[in-house]
């Protein structure tokens, strides 16, 4: 079985530790070799965002600290050449590299031989090609092929408004050239959002998006028949029982049934965005934002579930049979809260990821990689934070098979599991407590864990089975070793534990 290590259990998470002084009658999931499987996933299920503007540099979300009323603030390109950034983004593949954002619509590229110092009327960013160079090779190097999306800004657009392919067509030249691959793409970032684009044309709607995506879907059917057309990639929509409306971001809006009542039978699979609400940047909005003492809190744990219902009963109506896609989600829109970096927030990702899989969901793409406070790394010090870590244990104990969940002895007690990569028959199983007292959990073979703990909840240093992973100077994972479980497990509380059973024997995963 890969990545798979021992060492010697510490008493508190193995044999027949007490709790408080009483003895606790594990929980036994003997279960395991019946569990059924109700969904498959993509091989590349777990997979991240690269905003266009961490590629080109630009004006994105301001850090903490600086005066109470910035937004926003130049950070300059991303370096994917960088070897620690690789080496991390290694250890998460096969994944899919999402480069887009809002920023993506308004973006050049320049033409062969040409060098601006400033973008061309009806851009806002510039991108070089040496820059989408960069993102070739850091796709290749990391098993992560590119998703993205195309300019639709002003300068996209011919006399009468109309979306020409130009870029399209010049970034599709670029990258087969390079030898990288386009494995998927949305026509634009969020069109259910077209004021957030530079130059759309007054008034720009439901039909006129309609016209654009089918010049879109032709020259991608006819220039690149192997990419897949995801759409209409929308954030928020009408009818949502909760999260954030989408005319909160400036202005007009379009409903995103309205795109798809226009556009049916048109994508290869359908796409979606989804924060759960904003952070302290975007305050000035007042739709309220993410809270930090709701972080453990099922309504805050599970409001995915409400957008997901949404755009998967438009889907049924529209695009029945496809395929659902998460193209962009994170823990608060607008670069994250304070502490979506830190342990705190590691519950949502990992539970997010849990109950997405269990709905069919076959990609959720992490905004973002490695830029802002929602990010896996922190770009400044090139250290993961602690939702990396979950993020590597999760690609080493959750494979494709999605298993129903084991019966859980405590609603604070968060089970999910799924096929164990690499061993014939195995199980995955990952644990959320995240109740306020320890469970336990009895296993009918032998089993190994990871114990993912922060004291407190919110710091970035997480530790797993008491040690503090670390990525070495060579690019190796260190200190990231299971532990050996036999008979049961403790789970203290306010814990995310990966759990691998190599001996389940589960007939879906044989």
Known sequence: MKHIRLFTAAAILCGSTTVAGAKQEPTALSELSTLPKIATVDARFQSYNIEMVEVTGGRFWAPYGGPPDEVYRHRDPLDLRNSRLQSLAKHLGPAYMRVSGTWANNTYLEAEHEHLTQPPEGYKQVLTRQQWRDV?????????????????????????????????????????????????????????????????????????????????????????????????????GDGLGGGIPVNAFGGGHISTESLMLRTPNSVDAVSYHFYGQVSERCRMLKIGEAIKDDALKPAWLDATLADLKYYNGLRDKYEPGKPIWNTETGQAA???????????????????????????????????????????????????????????????????????SPRSPSPDLRLYAQCLPGAHG??????????????????????QAWVMSGVPLDTTKVKINGRSPILDQQGRIRSLRGVAVKGSLLLPKETVTFIAVPGADNAACR
């Open 426 to 447: 195995g199980v995955g199983l990952v644990a959320l407590n995240i109740g306020a007292t320890s469970q336990r959990l009895a296993f009918p073979s032998q089993a």
């Open 136 to 236: 070739i090779a850091f796709s290749k190097a990391v098993d992560a092929p590119i998703v993205t999306s195309f300019a639709a800004s002003g300068g996209a657009r011919d006399h009468d408004g109309r979306w020409r392919s130009e870029q399209a067509q010049r970034m599709l030249d670029l990258t087969r050239k390079e030898g990288g691959t386009i494995a998927a793409a949305e026509f634009f970032n969020e069109p259910n959002v077209p004021s957030a684009t530079l130059g759309m044309p007054k008034g720009y709607n439901a039909d006129n998006y309609a016209v654009d995506f089918r010049q879109f879907r032709n020259w991608a059917r006819q220039n690149i028949p192997t990419m897949k057309i995801l759409g209409p990639g929308g954030v928020g």
């Open 334 to 404: 607008c670069g994250g809260s304070p502490w979506a970096a830190t342990f705190l927030d590691t519950f949502r990702y990992v539970n997010q990821l849990g109950i997405l899989a269990q709905k069919g969901v076959q990609v959720v793409m992490h905004n973002t990689f490695a830029t802002s406070d929602y990010a896996l790394i922190d770009r400044d010090t090139m250290d993961p934070r602690p939702s990396y870590w979950a993020a590597v244990l999760w690609k080493r104990t959750m494979g494709q098979g999605v298993l129903a």
